[in-house]
DNA sequence: AAGTTGTTTTTTATGGATAAAGTTCATGCT
DNA sequence: AGCATGAACTTTATCCATAAAAAACAACTT
């Protein structure tokens, strides 16, 4: 059966705004919590009819208003709110991650399906959207080869992105000053030196930051194949360093520092300075995740 | 039910062996024959009980010899030996180039899986496989959307295409000179040179060799989001020039002389001719797929 | 006419079943 | 021991069924 994640977490969202205030007086109509909610409205009536058997809202003659108050047992819980394909893909990268997965391995759909406790469609789904990775091979009518979160992965994976960045990164340059992302560029900047003033609390955000920057640059002369690589990118890293917590800190301070000079050298528009602190960024990118990759390797 | 496409292809290529004297005396061993046909035992055993049966093999005292001859009608249907997710490859091919799919128009899994006649599972599965290919774009719980084979998406796909490939030539052209690609490199062009002389009757024969020559040249620094990326290439190009026959023999003739300057280029190892004879060639490949998109959207 | 809510229809996400194909185990033969 | 064949077992490819979610339709209200 499907699962019904979407209609849990829009009930929670709901539920949260309830309790934040931003459901004050009579409660919005369908169509525009649908829209806030971004869920359809057959999902919305869903949790409205929830939401009123509850009493957390009151329903007078066609007129909703916000009930009782939301307990925090009134949520469902966290796991109950991610679709199985979600949970597949947390579970896969935890075993090809954290599991002493050699390179070579074959995999077996049947095997996964029964360790993660779903069909075998779903696995396959998975690897089919995962093997643009390049970690995986499809053998028709055989199974998958896991070809390895090895070092030459990195290095094949740095090469493009080092070709992509120093291209956009070009492009970004020579924008019109006029360009409305230089002043996003700013803004980044901005956000950098805050970061830096909190980095003892606050160093987690990193990644977000990091993102928002990287996918800036991209920005300015759009390319989907150059997009597509940057979602491996994300993924890799989002999951990666999941697991991979050492001195992060540190390193995403040191991150911080070079971002803050590749944007300088964006701002001046010369093209060596640019290509010389994009260069150092990125190799220092590309040492971490390979001395990570040799310190899981033992 | 699964389709037993393996096991008739199989049957086809053993009964084509049997015809053409491959198959003589008696017969290799069961694991022999898995070996050369490429598929299990089980299939081989399954293809040789059909042959006994058929008394296209004879099998006396567990001794197997060739049996009566074979005959045109003992072949199965080419039909017949593509599996479900090959067909649903080609229609669906056909449908995006072919029909008047415009790009925005929303792609809807149950409608395609009646049209082409399969299960709503393996349109799912295609269109996952396809979507890498920066032509669809999946919207979860609602549907997929056909961004469509556009003037962008081809000036895009030839933006990276120039890069990956201006990176491989140069440092094809930096390899050692004993490394054996030379020798490949000299053998196509050969190929390329005997194609010419032929060009009236075998011009369809170029697009083997414009794979081969742009894979060769990949091979000398192998990268494998470089070659994902040529797969894209490839398969478009042979769909796309399946439907597109407009000038081709002029077409295919234009780009062996490029080719052929190419590997001039290559051979000198002189960097800046390498990058001109790559550019000219990659340009002109570009404005013919521009030309027949323009051509085609009447 | 435009926006509401109620209802029906369509489509997606997910599990399950099964024949075909692959793999492993068992037995026998040089 | 090493290779053949036979048989049993496992896994993949494929279809089908169904609850959840989305979309379309209908009726009502202001």
Not at 50 to 56: T, V, W
Request: proline share 3%; glycine share 6%; with cysteine.
């Amino acid at each position: 059966m499907r699962t019904d994640t979407v209609y849990k977490k829009a009930f929670n969202r709901t539920a949260a705004m309830l309790r934040d205030g931003q459901l004050t007086g009579e409660l919005p109509s369908e169509n525009e919590l649908r829209r806030r909610i971004g869920v359809s409205r057959t999902t919305v009536r869903k949790v409205l009819g929830e939401l009123a058997q509850r009493e957390l809202v009151a329903e007078r003659g066609g007129v909703r208003t916000a009930g009782r108050a939301v307990e925090d047992s009134d949520y469902y819980p966290d796991a109950e709110t991610t679709s199985r394909a979600n949970h597949v893909e947390q579970q896969f990268m935890e075993w090809m991650l954290r599991g002493d997965t050699r390179p070579g391995t074959s995999i077996n759909e049947l095997e996964l399906a029964r360790q993660f406790g779903v069909a075998t469609n779903g696995i396959r789904e998975f690897l089919i959207r995962f093997s643009r990775f390049g970690l995986l091979e499809k053998r028709p009518n055989t199974g998958w080869l896991f070809k390895g979160f090895t070092e030459d992965f990195a290095l094949e994976l740095f090469e493009i992105r080092v070709m992509f960045e120093l291209r956009s990164a070009h492009l970004f340059s020579r924008q019109p000053d006029t360009s409305p992302l230089w002043d996003k560029l700013a803004a980044l900047k901005v956000a950098h030196i805050e970061l830096l003033k909190r980095i003892e609390s606050r160093y987690q955000d990193f990644s977000g930051l990091d993102n928002r920057f990287h996918r800036l640059i991209n920005e300015a002369s759009p390319n989907r194949f150059i997009d597509d690589f940057y979602d491996i990118i994300s993924f890799i890293f989002h999951y990666h360093y999941q697991w991979n917590k050492h001195d992060e800190q540190q390193r995403n301070q040191a991150a911080i520092l070079e971002h803050l000079a590749y944007i300088d050298a964006l701002e001046s528009r010369d093209p060596d300075r640019i290509e010389l602190a994009c260069r150092a960024h990125l190799a220092s990118a590309r040492s971490t995740l390979m001395r990570s990759l040799i310190g899981s390797d033992e």
